[in-house]
């Protein structure tokens, strides 16, 4: 018998339609020397930039220090964006959720925990989101499996299993001086457990990066000949 396995790992930049500005008055009448206020207005519209690392299914080594990790690209966004967010989303199964620790490496070398000695005796993390609005329900301290949706970031710096990348920040912000880079999400177990009956493995994980730009816009001056009068006064 032969097995072929495929990962598929992939970046994926949206970027949509730059939204209308509109500006106020859009048009008028203007005497020489006198200045007028124009205001501009739009409305947010968001662009995405999307890495994923497909199924990956790597062990996690059982009461290990350096664990098990994955590292997605991020690239594309420009350097004036603004109203950054990154969302993050893994699946993990472990028999034992109170065991697995994760933790968010940013391109700048802040690293954030996501989760640790959450969900106690349930097992399984299903597609589970952390976004750096830090939206969302606290991380279940009781038995919980499967957990899934979307949840604010543990935030933890000592007591970790991580003998090296160990947490340094309580805050998503601390992330986002540099978006551009390497984006590496760190999986742990640890507890040391005399029978592994079921299989702890780190399943898979995508980031998102949503931005957007500052309206632009380039106003059209005519000039007038001798003898142009406003009727502005």
């Known amino acids: 018998f032969c097995f072929f396995f495929i990962f598929l790992s992939f970046t994926s930049i949206c970027q949509l339609t730059p939204p209308t500005v509109s500006v106020t008055p859009s048009a008028s009448t203007q005497c020489p020397g006198v200045v007028r206020s124009l205001t501009a207005?739009?409305?947010?519209?968001y662009s995405r930039v999307i890495?994923?690392?497909?199924?990956?299914?790597?062990n996690i080594p059982d009461d290990n220090g350096t664990g098990t990790s994955n590292t997605q690209n991020i690239s594309g966004v420009p350097a004036n964006a603004t109203n950054i967010e990154v969302r993050v989303r893994f699946s993990v199964t472990h028999p034992t959720n109170k065991q697995v620790e994760v933790n968010l490496q940013a391109p700048n070398?802040?690293?954030?925990?996501l989760t640790a000695d959450k969900g106690n005796n349930g097992n399984n993390y299903v597609n589970t989101e952390f976004h750096s609005t830090n939206i969302g329900s606290t991380l279940p301290n009781g038995n919980s499996s499967n957990i899934t949706g979307v949840y604010r970031a543990n935030a933890a710096t000592t007591g970790l299993r991580a003998t090296s990348n160990i947490p340094n920040t309580t805050s998503w912000a601390s992330l986002l001086g540099t978006i551009n880079g390497n984006w590496t999400l760190r999986?742990?177990?640890?507890t040391w457990n005399l029978l592994i009956l079921s299989p702890q493995r780190f399943e898979n994980w995508t980031i998102e990066v949503y931005y957007t730009l500052p309206p632009?816009?380039?106003p059209t001056t005519e000039s007038c000949g001798a003898g142009w009068i406003s009727d502005l006064g």
């Open 187 to 190: 999986v742990y177990d640890n």
């Open 216 to 218: 632009t816009w380039s």
């Open 109 to 113: 070398g802040q690293i954030l925990n």
């Open 51 to 58: 890495a994923s690392s497909g199924a990956i299914s790597q």
């Open 41 to 45: 207005t739009t409305a947010n519209t």
